[in-house]
């Protein structure tokens, strides 16, 4: 805490501390007030003005203070000025008062609250940011919450100074009109619970339960207004309609399936999506190809004298569809039709909140449903940089078409995908460059992690180019040059093919979503709710298309969501939970985590305490001569609390389901410390962390003690 902080503070607690040691209170009571009325009915005959100014100064002080007394000044401003007057004055001063004693503690306590407790304050805060004003009318209607507490408890959240005051202003009116109305009545009443009638209590929780009602209005007029202008089909064929067989979609449809909806999944290219045609399974497959090679290379360290490999790049690439075409039938049409999902394969477009049209080899067809969901993925983006046109450029949807391997491939970006294939590409014997416009690959991730890869690349004979801004493509003398600018300077890069992974965007054009004026986020996935509705209220998106991740098992993740919600919205919804998101990349080294690392920890002022295992010493990684990598934990400082942990190394993507468990069910690492891990196994590198964490958090006086008493015991 800065000087000026506890300078207030003292101020404060000075201030507060003589309240009640001059034990001041005596002169708030009832009893007093009594006592005293004929005084001060005098007094504001002789000066009115000077009366409300010295009330209403007092009412300030005591509200800023958060001082007891307020309900006491609000019956007595009744008493005093009249309903009319009293309201204004005590309308302006408890406003005022409070919005003081909002900023005390926003200026005292917010910050140190938020860097301690920032990760768990993150939800309240976002909700605050969005429906902060709405919160807190709610709560200025029901007096059952105490005025003082409010104030200061909304100066540790995200709500603005300027609707603090209005909100309160507005919401306090109605409470501040029956208490004074009650204060004009004040000779009659004796005690302050007197005015706790159950009719008074009962008009202020109607005037509590007004708000939530409100809300679902708003809501409901919203909804109206929007399919206001679509004429809605007499019945529906359908409860639910997917637009898309990908990760999400099937799931959509498995699920809508399994609760005996009626549903209908359409797919315009291939069931399975990107994950299964074009992404996760053709990627992995080509990464085993391309680490049994590297293995080979490295056969002298397993003990052998040489082991040759031969191989085709043509036949990796027909493995690589082998396995495809293996796990097609997981994806398939029948099996899903086995399961109860019409599937439909045509390209589908939406025409009404209720209507779906399908385009088929055979024509087109019109689905009427109660629900849709849009589960459209999303493809790569291939930056307009000039001249790339000219030189063609490979992306995750086309590579696999490959039958040649380039001698020089140029691989732009520094994301999972570029990563990815640019360490199979040159395992096969490619010249790879990869090419990264920002300071480090692997961007997301701490910089040591970044390194651990950039530095095994490096080895593997990649040329990493960091900071190296793509700005032309040209073809000069038949040669492709990639021209970057690096340091102010043209960096030139000759190369034979070009693979583009500079990121994937949204589907969200040519098939109804602007008709319908669906809006797009920042980042050009389909706009939703917490709960995955679009601003339709049946209308749903799911998986890449609305991001904000982009993996198989989060658009699985939402699909659960999106098909409840769109089959069981109108009796209960259920908001989607993004607190324990997991990911790999699966290069070699794999690097997998799960919660912040330390960049996000630091952007997000949150405090943490980093635990670090190094896997170069554990038993099954050196007997595998795989040691290499390491387990970094964040927690929170002091407590046994995980905020996320990262795994570098051999199956980082498994050993870290042993961190996204104990995160989604508050396991701490005490817990995993506790539990049998089999020896020797990678798994155990996650019980080691664990316990260099506790190694760091015994206490050293209770060692003392403990030595104690076994020298004594030795005595
Ligand atoms: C190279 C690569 C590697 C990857 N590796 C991993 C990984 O290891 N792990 C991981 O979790 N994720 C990985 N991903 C990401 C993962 O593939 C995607 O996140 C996932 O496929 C998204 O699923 P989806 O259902 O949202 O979209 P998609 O799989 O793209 O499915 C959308 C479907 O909708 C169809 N469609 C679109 N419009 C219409 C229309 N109008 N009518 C009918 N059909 C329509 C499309 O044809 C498509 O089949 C990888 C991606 C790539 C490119």
Known sequence: MNKTRVGLLLFVAVLVAAFFVFDLGRYFSLEYFQSQRAALDAYRDAHPVLTALVFFAVYVALAGLSLPGATLMTLAAGAIFGLLWGTLIVSFASSIGATLAFLVSRFLFRESLQRRFGDKLRTLNEGFEKDGGYYLFTLRLVPAFPFFIINLLMGLVAIGTGTFYWVSQVGMLAGTLVYVNAGTQIAALRTLSGILSPEIIGSFVLLGVFPLIAKRAIGYATARRVLAKWSKPAKFDRNLVVIGAGSAGLVSAYIAAAVKAKVTLIEKHRMGGDCLNTGCVPSKALIKSARIIAQAKRAQ????????????????????????????????????????????????RITSPWTVEVKTANGKSTLATRAIVVAAGARPFVPPIPGIEAVGCLTSDTVWNLRALPRRLVVLGGGPIGCELSQCFARFGAQVTQVEMLPRIMIREDPEISEMVSDRFRKEGI????????????????????????????????????????????????????????????????????????????IYACGDVAGPYQFTHTAAHQAWYAAVNALFGGLKKFRIDYSVIPWATFTDPEVARVGLNEIEAKEKKIPYEVTTYGIDDLDRAIADDEAHGLVKVLTVPGKDRILGATVVGEHAGDLIVEFIMAMKHGIGLNKILGTIHIYPTLAEANKYAAGIWKRNHVSQKLLTWVEKYHAWRRA
């Open 301 to 348: 360290d397993f003990g052998l004298k040489s082991m040759k490999v031969e191989f085709d790049f043509a036949d990796v690439m027909e493995r690589v569809q082998r396995v495809v075409k293996t796990v097609e039938p997981h994806d398939s049409a029948e099996r899903y039709t086995g399961l109860g999902v019409e599937c439909i394969q045509g390209e589908a």
């Open 463 to 538: 040329n990493v180019l960091v900071n190296h801004k793509a700005r032309e493509f040209r073809v000069e003398n038949g040669e492709k040059i990639l021209i970057c600018e690096h340091g102010g300077k043209d960096v030139r890069i000759g190369f034979d093919q070009l693979l583009c992974a500079v990121g994937r965007v949204a589907n969200t054009q040519g098939y109804g979503l602007e008709e319908l004026g669906i809006p797009v986020t920042k980042m050009r996935t389909v706009q939703t709710n917490q709960y995955l509705q679009t601003i339709y209220p049946n």
